[in-house]
């Protein structure tokens, strides 16, 4: 499976599409108006201390004050104010944390106003970006990300990702990481760095030291609510995530951001260099590689599924709603437990997708078709668990009701991402809209193969606007003469000025209108 990475920048925004094999499978939006990521360290004042939420509400510059849950402070909470205090107060204090003396931890039963008072100054980490109405998530149990491995401050832990099974490789990693760290740290080794060599686990683990250390330099002179190290920006954020041995290419229309990643890409991965390209020409990236119709297609209401059927998908402020329809071409099994089966399958990969592509976070209920054999709502289930066991994001998924309704939370830590998929029309001239032009002739292509493979008419009128008309016809290997060879039938094709850019209609032989999707 190849994947690629394709970056597009502008003057406001930098767009971010993840590809595999063609199919756009993961998009990022960073804008230059989002200054809150997860993973930036703020020097935080303490604006509201609530006992009954066990919680307080922090001033990290943002227009709503943060939250700071009591259990998010971490067990060594007096350590890292104690660490903060003397730093920022010009105290010479060691980067390196070795001779470091902790202090006792807070109890896990404690409460916030045990530790927290107003107007107290605290170091902490954005866990969840500013969503809806509320202000940004904090955590006080300090982590910075490198590609093999997480640094714990203020931790003497060293943990495995679950995702790593194999027993003796765990071990491996855990006496490698715990011969190489410093005192004082904690390390969490990530899924990637199986297999890693401890030359390579080594040179993570000086990166991440180096960047505490910057952070010690810059909270010496820190003011409150000031930012004190930013996470890296999105683009390198997912090299540094995803880079492996599957990934193919890097494409970037931007010099200045080509730069950037591949002078990142020589420090963490230099044998990678070379799969980082500048694409310079005249064509627009997005429509060169086939990401802006996958856009218009995928970020709808209605998204269709390969096999005829199609999503609905709804938005409230509490949950999310997938609905799953057959459509009217799911007819080639036997039965309507065998079409229901076939219909759900196809679609447990699509929902998949579709919640990592749009960042979908919180409660999601998806309403699959009925199904009455326990066996099938199992294999739909356990196909469900294993598309998300891909996914980056933590999620839980419960199995199928009676009803045909599964559940499904998934880690929210970003905004949901919209991208609006409506023009204005150009008929009633934006009184109303209508789904994307750019999908028309793909619709038109699928009813004619359609109506050629599985209708069997020997031959169709197409009736369509004039520009769609002369979209099909200019030159001499048309779309028209494509779909001659193909079918080996010919289509007539009729210009009707009365129709809008995005109505057309199928006749056949007998004048009679055919109807399709």
Not at 382 to 408: H, N, T, Y
């Amino acid at each position: 499976m190849s994947t690629e990475l394709v970056i597009n920048s502008t003057e406001k925004e930098v767009r971010i599409a993840l590809l595999k094999d063609r199919d756009l499978v993961e998009y990022h939006l960073e804008s230059e108006e989002a200054k809150y990521t997860v993973g930036d360290l703020y020097l935080g004042v303490v604006k509201k201390v609530v006992p009954g939420l066990n919680a307080a509400f922090i001033d990290v510059g943002y227009e709503k004050d943060a939250f700071l849950h009591y259990l998010d402070l971490g067990p060594n909470f007096r350590s890292l104010m104690k660490y903060t205090k003397a730093v920022n107060s010009g105290k010479e204090v060691p980067a390196k944390l070795n001779n470091f003396q902790f202090e006792p931890e807070i109890d896990k039963l404690g409460k916030v106003a045990q530790v927290l008072t107003k107007g107290q100054q605290v170091l902490v980490q954005v866990s969840k970006e500013p969503i809806s109405t509320k202000g940004p998530r904090l955590s006080c149990e300090i982590s910075l990300a490198g590609r093999y491995i997480v640094l714990v401050p203020f931790s003497n832990t060293v943990s495995v990702s679950r995702k790593i099974a194999d027993a003796e490789e765990r071990k491996r990693l855990k006496r490698l990481i715990t011969s190489i760290k410093p005192q004082n740290f904690g390390v969490i080794i990530r899924t990637v760095a199986k297999g890693r060599e401890v030359a390579e686990l080594d040179r993570d683990l000086r990166d991440l030291l180096e960047k505490w250390d910057k952070a010690q330099k810059a909270l010496k002179t820190a003011k409150p609510a000031q930012k004190v190290l930013g996470e890296l920006g999105r683009a390198s954020a997912l090299v540094r995530d995803m880079m492996n041995e599957s990934f193919d290419s890097i494409v970037l229309d931007n010099e200045g951001l080509y730069e950037e990643i591949r002078s990142y890409i020589q420090q963490i991965a230099p044998d990678k260099e070379k799969i980082v390209r500048l694409h310079n020409t005249k064509n627009r990236l997005f429509e060169v590689k086939g990401i802006e119709r996958q856009l218009k297609s995928l970020f709808g209401k209605s998204v269709s599924l390969p096999g005829g059927g199609y999503l609905i998908i709804e938005h409230t402020e509490a949950l999310h709603v997938i609905d799953v329809n057959s459509g009217n071409k799911s007819t080639q099994e036997a039965n309507q437990e065998a079409t229901a089966l076939n219909v759900n399958l196809q679609t447990v990969k699509e929902v998949a997708r579709q919640l990592r592509l749009r960042d979908m976070g919180g409660i999601i209920v998806v309403d699959f078709i009925d199904m009455k054999n326990p066996e099938n709502r199992r294999k739909v289930f356990e196909e469900m668990k294993k598309e998300m066991a891909q996914d980056k994001a933590k999620s839980v998924v419960l199995p199928l009701s009676k009803f045909g309704l599964m559940q499904i939370t998934r880690q929210r830590v970003r905004p949901e991402l919209n991208i609006k998929t409506g023009e204005v029309c150009p008929t009633c001239k934006g009184t109303g809209k209508i789904s994307a032009s750019i999908m028309v002739a793909d619709a038109i292509e699928s009813n004619v193969d359609y109506i050629f493979t599985k209708q069997n008419e020997e031959s169709i009128t197409l009736v369509v606007h004039p520009y769609l008309y002369a979209y099909f016809t200019h030159g001499w290997y048309s779309i028209r003469m494509k779909w001659f060879f193909q079918y080996k039938r010919w289509v007539k094709i009729e210009k009707d000025t009365s129709l809008s850019l995005t109505t057309f209609f199928l006749k056949n032989s007998q004048g009679e209108k055919v109807e399709v999707l």
